[in-house]
């Protein structure tokens, strides 16, 4: 009796181990047409911003920097703080949420098209290696025979070329976090800046062991957003499918024959040429359905159309599509599911871009000073508090003329040279203040005070904070 899962065999491991438990490697045929040439530019466009904005500077500073040691982080050329951590908090729930919902909906698009390592392994070290080793057939073959002088040369060539770029893209890496100028200060003196070079050197070889060799590894078996689609996706989902309706018809796959009436025959559609699994970069068979190791690159989409069009049968036999539309044999619609999520996710976009421009300009932090309780004045008509102030100038402009103004009580706020503060750009400064409150204010308990942060006349932040004093007061 047959095995009622056996055509979900392959369900049980992954297409790039063998049963021994090795590695089998993927040799995928070099991908022509439509949403390839599409990705090409999507992935020139990217790649270009990634080496060029560690070199675009705004207003002196980087347009983008990750500096974790030093706690500075620019975005947009905006400078966060330590102090902007909760936005960071609130920026990563907003974007798993985000990534979440987009995948629930659209698949996983972001692999195919949008996450470096594919972008790097298919755009820039895979057409490297097409170029010096050739196509498939000729990579298969080059790796089967013996080392000599051609495979020598071929794979010492492709090594070297792969570590320089590795060691390329280190630095971009490098720039980010710790800014590009202190970058190019450091690799023309690498002696003296040997952690630097260390770290270089360290990226290289983990970029290099990635793209050489880990390769689609890392989207199969590392990536925790690609073991997150089991969850994530549904039979709505819009994926890379292929139909099975359209291709296995009643009679099932069958090899093409020339002038044969296939429509009469029953048999289905796809001609089991095999060119969407060569054309895999996972070394998947999309004909046995949605599988995690897919990452929705549309290789395999532009492979079956390029057959379709040689053998005139129509295209799209594997296109985007949810696995509702091909059992119901619809086409795609923009339903109302998928107008639902894209709404949600434009609230999300929203919100994100709401978030990071409501930033306060100044971040305050008012305290009061440890062990310090109360004084009453000589006349005993008023009680004083005594503060520690932190303010952080997050912004790229000084402000000359800071002062602290009561807003929710009557009474006084001085420093304790009785001036306004001028605060310089990205500058953080600390210090003391009082508040004096009329004894009438005064009504035995605890007070909060709101006090607001005027530059001028301009409110820029506020902030409450606790006054206290006598329990009994004559
Ligand atoms: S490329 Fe198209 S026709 Fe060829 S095996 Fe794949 S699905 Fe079938
Ligand atoms: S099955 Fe198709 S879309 Fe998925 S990874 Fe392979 S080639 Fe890309």
Redesign the pocket.
């Known amino acids: 009796m047959n095995d009622p899962d056996e055509g979900e065999a392959f369900r049980d491991s992954i297409g790039t181990i063998n049963k021994a438990g090795d590695r089998v490697w993927v040799y995928p045929k070099m991908p022509v047409g439509f949403f390839y040439t599409l990705r090409k530019w999507i992935s020139f466009v990217l790649v270009t911003f990634l080496f060029v904005m560690p070199f675009v500077y705004i207003n002196g500073r980087q347009l983008f920097l990750f500096n974790v040691l030093e706690r500075k982080f620019h975005f947009f050329g905006t400078p966060f703080w330590a102090q902007d951590f909760h936005l960071l908090v609130i920026m990563i729930l907003l974007g798993v949420v985000f990534v979440g919902l987009f995948t629930v909906a659209f698949g996983r698009v972001f692999c195919?098209w949008i996450c470096p390592q594919t972008i790097f392994l298919e755009f820039i070290f895979r057409p490297i290696e097409y170029w010096i080793e050739g196509d498939r057939g000729a990579q298969i073959r080059l790796d089967k025979q013996e080392w000599n002088f051609e495979k020598i040369r071929k794979k010492v060539t492709k090594w070297f070329l792969f570590f320089i770029i590795s060691f390329l893209i280190s630095n971009i890496f490098l720039a980010y976090f710790i800014g590009s100028d202190i970058l190019i200060d450091h690799v023309l003196a690498p002696l003296e800046n040997i952690k630097t070079l260390l770290s270089l050197l360290i990226f290289t070889m983990v970029f290099y062991f990635v793209f050489a060799w880990f390769r689609e590894q890392v989207c199969v078996i590392a990536c925790p957003y690609g073991r997150l689609q089991g969850v994530l996706l549904d039979q709505h989902s819009l994926v890379?499918a292929y139909d099975y309706k359209r291709g296995e018809k009643e009679v099932g796959r069958a090899k093409f024959k020339k002038n044969e009436d296939r429509e009469s025959s029953g048999k289905g559609d796809c001609i089991d040429c095999h060119q969407?699994v060569n054309?895999?970069?996972?070394g998947?068979d999309?004909r046995n359905g949605t599988q995690l190791e897919?990452?929705?690159?549309?290789?395999?989409m532009d492979a079956c159309d390029e057959i379709m069009e040689a053998v005139k049968l129509p295209k799209k036999l594997i296109r985007h599509a949810s696995e509702d539309q091909i059992q119901k044999e619809e086409s795609f619609r923009f339903t109302s599911r998928l107008k639902g999520y894209t709404v949600i996710l434009g609230i999300f976009i929203l919100g994100f871009i709401f978030i990071i421009t409501s930033r306060s300009e100044i971040e305050a932090t008012l305290l009061r000073i440890p062990g310090q309780l109360y004084s009453i004045s000589k006349d005993k008509n008023t009680i004083q508090n005594v503060y520690a102030y932190k303010f952080v100038n997050k912004t790229t402009a000084d402000f000359n003329n800071i002062e602290l103004k009561l807003i929710s009580h009557q009474g006084h706020i001085y420093t304790a040279n009785h001036q306004s503060i001028a605060l310089k750009k990205e500058e953080i400064q600390d210090g003391t203040f009082f508040i004096e409150l009329d004894k009438k204010q005064w009504k035995g308990k605890k007070l909060t005070l709101k006090i607001g942060l005027y530059n001028g006349e301009n409110l820029i932040e506020s902030v409450n904070t606790q006054f206290l004093g006598p329990r009994t007061y004559q």
């Open positions: 195919g890379v969407c054309v895999c970069p996972t998947i999309i897919c990452v929705n690159c549309t290789a395999c």
